[in-house]
DNA sequence: ACCTGAACACCGTTCAAGT
DNA sequence: ACCTGAACACCGTTCAAGT
């Protein structure tokens, strides 16, 4: 009743056992990702990662590139053709934020790995990312200095959002009981309004905000600009 | 040559075990903290640790609370006569930065851990600070509806910015061969202005945009208003 | 060339036994 | 009452040995 070898000789290479890592992560939990349980769903011992992945850190880092890269096949928002820097950046948003619940168990180490680089931002933490974006930020008329503070901002924004929304939706804990609220009575007055919220609209409402505050640096424009 | 037991007979407890990890953790970093590790420091075998915590996991929840009660002890933030929302919200905001500055190999802990409760979060984590939170909201003009978005707005304000702000020092990891820029002119150009803010003018400044989105919110009031 | 067995140093955790 | 020794089931990782 042994589960057939999913990888013959040979079939083994390190993008597989990446893409197997992400698998794994997003059924089990990180928590239960070990090198040993792996190498079993691939049909092999722990040892033989080894021949192609440096180790468990290295592959938590493979992890976070393939989710990151992720972005770059979704024709969502990979479009060179966007109709101005405004459209760009709600795709690219929104692609950012479909990444982060398709994986909710990887995003919070896409927040927190520390980067490649210390002046690469999470969660658009790949070199590729940031030139697009400064390319269409300066191609839209702003300074070098400014793309990179909207680089910035835009990531804490992003950060902040989708950490908080995963997070939420990834809570399994037992929720506390209510008895214990006594002593906050507007915790306890307003515990629906305090569940609600942090889906799309939560987020799209703080997105044009960020939108709002980018235009404002941005040169004027003559009415009806297209952007 | 072997330290003295820093523990004789009846001095542990709950307490102190957690901030001995709080510590710990500071120190060496949240990879290096073993139960062992921090029994040894504690002049213990790790096994005494059980009969005061219930487990890693749980000890960890500990120092997430721990550090965040920290805010309660500042002075700078706890003064119950603030100056109208904006003020208490400022306070609030740069005490929140002191202590994930303060223990930065925590605060990606108390951002990421789980909440208590699924309206909780991260990193206003503790009922007392919501609570309070709401209480000057609420007096300031605002429904509890809207008291709530501010909550939610804020927390998720907080977390991206002081997340970034503590990974991007924190950062350990050699610097990237500059060479590897080939195929990415815009980074390569504006690579000094990537690498700059970050400090307390960009939190500020993202600070006041977030309060001003707050005043929006409010009911208007008189020139020369107090708040 | 590619995988595994055996081994090493370390984990978290339990529990009976010591003081 | 409080701590420890010994043990268990598991880690990540190395390396010589097998195919």
Redesign the pocket.
């Known amino acids: 009743m042994r589960d057939r ?1 999913a ?1 013959p ?4 290479d390190a993008a597989r056992i990446i893409s197997a890592a992400v698998a794994f992560i997003d059924e089990h939990g990180l928590h ?6 792996l ?1 079993a769903h691939l049909g ?5 990662l ?3 992945v ?4 290295a ?1 938590l880092d493979g992890v976070v590139d393939a989710v990151v890269d992720e972005l770059f096949r979704d024709p969502e928002v990979h479009l060179r053709a966007h109709a101005g820097w405004a459209d760009y950046l709600r795709r690219l948003a929104h692609g950012v934020r479909r990444t982060a619940l398709a994986h909710p168990e990887i995003f919070p180490l896409i927040a927190t790995r520390p980067p490649a680089a210390p002046w690469v931002r999470p969660p658009l933490r790949s070199l590729r990312w940031i030139e697009s974006l400064l390319e269409v930020m300066t191609g839209a008329g702003l300074s070098g200095a400014d793309a990179a503070v909207v680089y910035r901002g835009f990531s804490g924004f992003l950060l902040g959002h989708l950490l908080l929304e995963v997070s939420v939706r990834g809570d399994r804990r037992a929720g506390p009981p209510a008895a214990d609220l006594a002593g906050y009575p507007l915790l306890r007055r307003l515990r629906p309004q305090l569940s609600a919220g942090l889906g799309v609209r939560d987020f799209e409402e703080a997105l044009q905000a960020q939108l709002d505050r980018i235009a404002r640096m941005l040169p004027p424009q003559g009415p009806g600009s297209r952007g």
């Open positions: 070898p990888s000789r040979g079939t083994l239960r990702l070990t090198m040993q349980r190498g092999v011992e722990a040892m033989a080894y021949r192609y440096p180790g468990r850190e592959l």
